[in-house]
């Protein structure tokens, strides 16, 4: 079974411009999450899909967006980029069933603001 | 307000020994909690979960033990190997809250030669 993959894995763009990266869980999964991870703030969350709705939000301006569709793949958008974007961006999909819950993290995107 | 707590930043374990590592939360509605593991610049990697109904759950060298009294789990790692040199986070899920994951803050876990 295929893992988590993300696209791209490497991304350079400069203040003000808009991202888009794109995240494909896990055949089966329909929870998708998307973290950042820097070194100061280590890992933060910034919001889950579940069945194309946004079903938990973290603590994230509203630059950062993001979205599912009816295949579970999901994308997550940042607009006017700033410096303080750079990070690694991970998408996780989650499975639960009754007795278990696992969640897989992709490769990351790393994304450099400049 | 904290609810998952790893209250120790770091532990050193000697090769071939047991790493035990802690977690105590504060939420009694948590229903799954998961452990993973972290190396420098990657993303969290899943090792094993446990529900709440459970006490113990194993998946070859990694054990988890919960102690709902006391609020308080651990992943026991048996033998400990250089490659579990990482980062270990423990994380709790709450069904009533959409499943939401709350990681702890982690534990540096050291294996020494």
């Known amino acids: 079974k295929a893992g988590v993959t993300q696209t791209p894995r490497y991304l350079i763009k400069t203040r003000g411009q808009q991202v888009t990266l794109s995240c494909s869980p896990i055949s089966g999964h329909r929870s998708v999450s998307w973290y950042q991870q820097t070194p100061g703030q280590g890992l933060q969350f910034l919001f889950e899909y579940f069945s194309e709705t946004q079903r938990n939000k973290g603590n994230f301006p509203g630059r950062f967006s993001g979205r599912q569709f009816s295949n579970s793949r999901s994308e997550m958008n940042v607009s006017t980029l700033e410096l303080g974007d750079s990070a690694l961006y991970l998408c996780a999909s989650s499975l639960k069933l009754a007795g278990s819950y696992e969640q897989y993290f992709g490769p990351g995107t790393r994304l450099t603001v400049t | 307000d904290q609810q998952v707590k790893q209250n120790s930043p770091s532990l050193s374990v000697q090769e071939g020994r047991i790493s035990i590592l802690n977690c105590d939360y504060t939420n009694s509605m948590f229903d799954y909690f998961l452990w993973y593991k972290k190396y420098p610049a990657e993303g969290p990697t899943f090792l094993i979960s446990?529900?709440?109904?459970?006490d113990k759950n194993e998946d070859g060298r990694f054990t988890v033990f919960l102690n709902k009294s006391a609020k308080h789990l651990s992943l026991h790692i048996v033998p400990s190997q250089p490659g579990d040199s990482a980062v270990y986070f423990c994380a709790a899920s709450e069904e009533s809250r959409d499943d939401k994951i709350i990681f702890g803050k982690g534990t540096r876990l050291h294996i020494l030669p």
């Open positions: 446990i529900s709440s109904i459970k």
